[in-house]
């Protein structure tokens, strides 16, 4: 079974704190992505990797940056986190890029900022 | 990238059959439709995936139209447990990798 692990279940900041969010895949899975998910407006994409060093923004990448330095883990950074950044963050993966390769999801990291 | 319409809620009872339906008009030829199941405070879960025509699992079966505009996850004889949000996507290759737009989803409440 494909294991997507994240660093922290449940994380507390300060505004202006830089925030360091994990994720590890267990599967040499090639794509993984980093989504929020906010009440009513489901997922959105922050940025997604399709490669180790590589990386592409998503539909809302303002505020944050990612690092991919081995295969099986991708970063998510909040250079310095805003109140309007508490959310649930969800990390994925997926095996390739082609067609009919779905994610998987880790359990998901709830960041509150205060 | 093909926009999704589903039901925004559904309920039903235990022992029932459940069908939701999603509405995909601008998909495109290369475009898969995946269904995803999500619990509260757990990332999404992948349940389903298909082209055309119908498509079984374990779990579900997805039914594709010919003209495929549209799709229907089908649950058989539901429990408890399988109330959560269900989301329907389509997507493929776009811009190079492998995007997915989730919706807002349907959440089904299975009743006893």
């Known amino acids: 079974d494909v294991k997507v692990t994240q660093s922290s279940r449940y994380l507390v900041k300060r505004t202006g704190e830089k925030v360091f969010l994990e994720c590890v895949q267990d599967m040499d899975h090639e794509n993984m992505f980093w989504y929020r998910q906010d009440p009513g407006l489901g997922l959105r994409l922050i940025y997604f990797?399709?490669?180790?060093?590589?990386?592409e923004k998503g539909d809302i990448p303002e505020g944050y940056s990612v690092s991919r330095e081995k295969k099986e883990r991708f970063s998510l950074i909040l250079e310095s986190a805003s109140t309007n950044q508490t959310s649930m963050y969800l990390c994925?993966?997926?095996?390739?890029?082609?067609?009919?390769?779905?994610?998987?999801f880790g359990p998901g990291t709830r960041l509150t900022v205060t | 990238l093909a926009k999704t319409t589903q039901p925004i809620s559904m309920d039903s009872y235990e022992g029932q059959e459940v069908n939701i339906t999603c509405s995909h008009n601008?998909?495109?030829?290369?475009?898969?439709i995946t269904w995803y199941q999500q619990f509260p405070s757990q990332g999404p879960r992948f349940i389903i995936q298909?082209?055309?025509t119908k498509v079984t699992n374990e779990v579900a079966s997805l039914f594709i139209p010919a003209d495929r505009k549209s799709s229907t996850l089908s649950l058989p004889r539901v429990s408890l447990s399988d109330t959560a949000v269900y989301y329907c996507?389509?997507?493929?290759?776009?811009?190079?990798?492998?995007?997915?737009?989730f919706g807002a989803g349907t959440r089904l409440a299975v009743h006893p």
């Open positions: 990797s399709y490669d180790v060093k590589m990386k």
């Open positions: 298909g082209y055309k």
């Open positions: 994925a993966s997926s095996l390739h890029s082609g067609t009919g390769s779905h994610q998987y």
């Open positions: 996507l389509v997507g493929g290759l776009s811009g190079g990798y492998n995007k997915l737009i």
């Open positions: 601008n998909i495109a030829t290369n475009d898969y």
